[in-house]
């Protein structure tokens, strides 16, 4: 358990507010590059053709919202549900995902299993129920789904009606992960969600009372008129509530980007030592409920399919977080969506609604951007993604893996893992290295910068160049 007393204060301010990474992918897609469909499409048809395929994990992107929250970073825009302009756009979009449905199974096959569904946004629960269903039909048609996949869909609890979980039940999704944030009445009316814990507390009865497997909550912490009590008000009442997974994501702070940051007031932010506390003060209170800190900013009930996987080594950091399913194949659909072939690199379908949808109309494949992975990709990710899941640096599964001499290979890297060492971040140990002490896990991005190669070679002391929102 990490508590306040451990946490060195100086070298946490050295560290503290460096605009740097949080690996959600490794390269980052600031290292991808423009990509035509000739490139976009062998990388897919090689995935399909190895010898042993992996299996498959589909993302489903649904870009649509009743209202935009102004912390949002993610590819979204505002609809009025009953507008007509609404029922054109989105049936125009639910044609070009049903399109892009037939383009991937001609180039991938029905064989291989999906064992992951996972829609996000936007807000999914956007769409009406029969709409849904009919995507979810089209979904079964192209490919085989395990009868034991992880079916998840987020859910915005100030659309989501009972009627749409019973139908999303009855297509056997097993787990809703819910955007709460946060449950302060001012905060809530500063970023434009206003959702009272009482109704997130009847749409989580209606979950528990409709057999979802897992129910996750998404809380920010770092944002406008946040204060430490307000947070651990929040946390208590997410604790009464018992939800099986949390997210607890610091705000990423990028109004340079996202256009709707730029309406909330700055002067209000709490400072990185407070962010810092905001944080201990979550890990505590979770843990002490029986939480398990999968690592970085996620816990998860003992039993619960995350902490599962961190115990099996088969947990991964992905676009939508800590998750399970390590080694699937990812396939996105949707603008911006994002596929992640395992040992062959990424592809990102475009952003923009309308070149998404001309694309398909077209015949072609929305692919806008990606990055085919080289040798030393695949190296810095096998170890980056082991830090941020195992929170371990481990030379001898490098080494057997990509048969490389460890320490001949990280020469550059060498003075930042003395570096961090030094401050504590890092602990050598018989087998290589631990992240094990609490200002380690705080700055876990920290150490990961050390090993980017994409990044300054001093950027884990100064930060990058480039626009990254600022570490804890």
């Known amino acids: 358990m990490i508590t306040n007393s451990k946490i060195d204060l100086e070298v946490f301010r050295r560290y503290a507010g460096l605009s740097l990474p949080r690996h959600v992918s490794y390269p980052m897609p600031t290292a991808w590059e423009d990509m035509n469909e000739s490139d976009a499409r062998s990388m897919v048809t090689e995935s399909a053709q190895r010898d042993n395929p992996n299996g498959l994990s589909l993302y489903i992107h649904i870009p649509f919202c009743e209202k935009i929250c102004r912390y949002c970073a993610c590819n979204r825009i505002a609809l009025a549900s009953n507008s007509p302009s609404s029922l054109v756009i989105t049936t125009n979009y639910l044609k070009a ?34 709409r849904i269903e009919q995507l979810h039909e089209k979904i079964t048609n192209c490919f085989s789904v395990a009868p034991d996949a992880e079916m998840a869909m987020e859910i915005d609890p100030r659309v989501t009606s009972t009627a749409t979980l019973e139908v999303l039940r009855k297509m056997n999704f097993n787990r809703v992960s819910l955007g709460v944030q946060d449950f302060d009445p001012q905060v809530q009316k500063h970023v434009r969600r206003i959702q009272p814990f009482e109704m997130v507390q009847e749409i989580l009865a209606a979950c528990r009372d409709l057999g979802f497997k897992s129910i996750n909550f998404d809380l920010i912490y770092g944002l406008p008129y946040q204060t430490r009590q307000t947070i651990c008000r929040t946390i208590e009442q997410v604790i009464q509530l018992s939800p099986d997974r949390i997210a607890f994501y610091h705000y990423a702070q990028i109004p340079d980007r996202i256009a709707t940051q730029r309406g909330l007031n700055y002067t209000k932010l709490p400072d990185s030592e407070t962010k810092l506390q905001m944080f201990l003060d979550g890990l505590h209170l979770f843990e002490n409920c029986g939480y398990e800190f999968i690592g970085l900013d996620h816990f998860a009930r003992p039993d619960e399919s995350l902490a599962v996987a961190l115990r ?80 371990k640096i481990r030379p001898a599964h490098l080494e057997e893996s ?28 018989d087998t290589g290295w631990d992240v094990s002490s609490p200002l380690g896990r705080v700055l876990l991005r920290t150490v990961a910068a050390v090993f980017d190669a994409y990044l300054d070679a001093d950027a884990y002391l100064y930060g990058d160049k480039r626009s990254f929102s600022a570490n804890a």
């Open 97 to 130: 995902l049903s399109t892009e449905l037939d383009q991937l199974t001609d180039l991938i096959g029905t064989g291989r299993p999906v064992r992951q569904i996972h829609w996000g946004g936007g807000t999914p629960t956007f769409l009406r129920p029969e």
């Open 312 to 391: 099996e080594n088969t947990l991964q950091r992905t676009f939508q977080g800590m998750t399970t399913g390590k080694g699937l194949d990812q396939l996105g659909l949707g603008s911006s969506a994002i596929s992640h072939l395992s040992g062959i690199g990424f592809l990102q379908n475009n952003h923009d609604l309308d070149a998404y949808i001309e694309s398909l109309n077209k015949g072609m494949l929305a692919t806008r951007r990606g990055k085919r992975l080289t040798f030393d990709d695949r190296v810095r990710q096998s170890l980056i993604g082991d830090l941020y899941c195992q929170t």
């Open 402 to 429: 990509f048969e490389i001499d460890f320490f001949d290979y990280f020469q550059r890297e060498n003075d930042g893992m003395e570096q961090m060492v030094r401050d504590g971040l890092l602990e050598k140990t």
